[in-house]
């Protein structure tokens, strides 16, 4: 895709970046089988490090920004993820049951409660946004049912640090 529109974050306060690694995900290729909706449809294994001092807990999100939707297409929302959190391991984003302390989904925009994986029409790549928000908050104050956009509101306020691993799928 030629004219991508840009990433939502470059709009956002400017946080300090941390760094985001994973084991199934190399930042800027192609997304594996394993995560994409229609094979595998597992959440991938993500870890962080270097993330502020001041840190009260984390959420993880996946986002479409090429989706072709004028918004955009939410593909995974776990908040409240305790400050102990480093590591999410494969398929953490299957169930709140599957995540840390008293993390929880918000709904994505399939719509479900969990990570739901790479599905884009035919047509160009699409990039998919990993982010790991650092917060200075323990607890968003989101239910699962908060539209995507109030959590991303949420998530801008809150933001003390971020790390970003963006990777492509392209259907066909």
């Not at 306060?13 to 094979?39: C, K, N």
């Not at 959440?43 to 072709?68: I, K, N």
């Given at each position: 895709m030629t004219d991508r529109p840009p990433l939502p974050?470059?709009?956002l306060r400017q946080?300090?970046?941390?760094?985001?690694?994973?084991?199934?995900?190399?930042?800027g290729a192609t997304?594996?089988?394993?995560?994409?909706?229609?094979?595998?449809?597992r959440s991938p294994q993500l870890s962080w490090t270097g993330f502020p001092e001041t840190t009260q807990g984390f959420a993880v999100t996946c986002f479409d920004p090429d989706a072709p939707t004028g918004s955009g297409w939410w593909h995974w929302i776990a908040v409240d993820l305790p400050a102990?959190?480093?590591?999410?391991?494969?398929?953490?984003?299957?169930t709140d049951a599957d995540l840390p302390g008293?993390?929880?989904?918000?709904?994505n925009d399939f719509p479900e409660y969990r990570y739901d994986g790479a599905a884009p029409p035919p047509g160009p790549a699409h990039r998919y946004v990993f982010v790991v928000h650092a917060l200075d908050t323990a607890s968003l104050g989101v239910t699962r049912d908060t539209p995507a956009a109030a959590v991303g509101f949420r998530l801008a306020a809150h933001a003390v640090g971020r790390a970003m691993l963006t990777v492509e799928y392209k259907s066909g």
């Amino acid at each position: 895709m030629t004219d991508r529109p840009p990433l939502p974050y470059d709009f956002l306060r400017q946080v300090p970046a941390f760094e985001l690694t994973s084991t199934d995900l190399t930042d800027g290729a192609t997304m594996p089988d394993g995560q994409v909706y229609s094979a595998g449809n597992r959440s991938p294994q993500l870890s962080w490090t270097g993330f502020p001092e001041t840190t009260q807990g984390f959420a993880v999100t996946c986002f479409d920004p090429d989706a072709p939707t004028g918004s955009g297409w939410w593909h995974w929302i776990a908040v409240d993820l305790p400050a102990s959190t480093t590591e999410l391991v494969t398929g953490a984003g299957a169930t709140d049951a599957d995540l840390p302390g008293t993390a929880f989904h918000v709904r994505n925009d399939f719509p479900e409660y969990r990570y739901d994986g790479a599905a884009p029409p035919p047509g160009p790549a699409h990039r998919y946004v990993f982010v790991v928000h650092a917060l200075d908050t323990a607890s968003l104050g989101v239910t699962r049912d908060t539209p995507a956009a109030a959590v991303g509101f949420r998530l801008a306020a809150h933001a003390v640090g971020r790390a970003m691993l963006t990777v492509e799928y392209k259907s066909g």
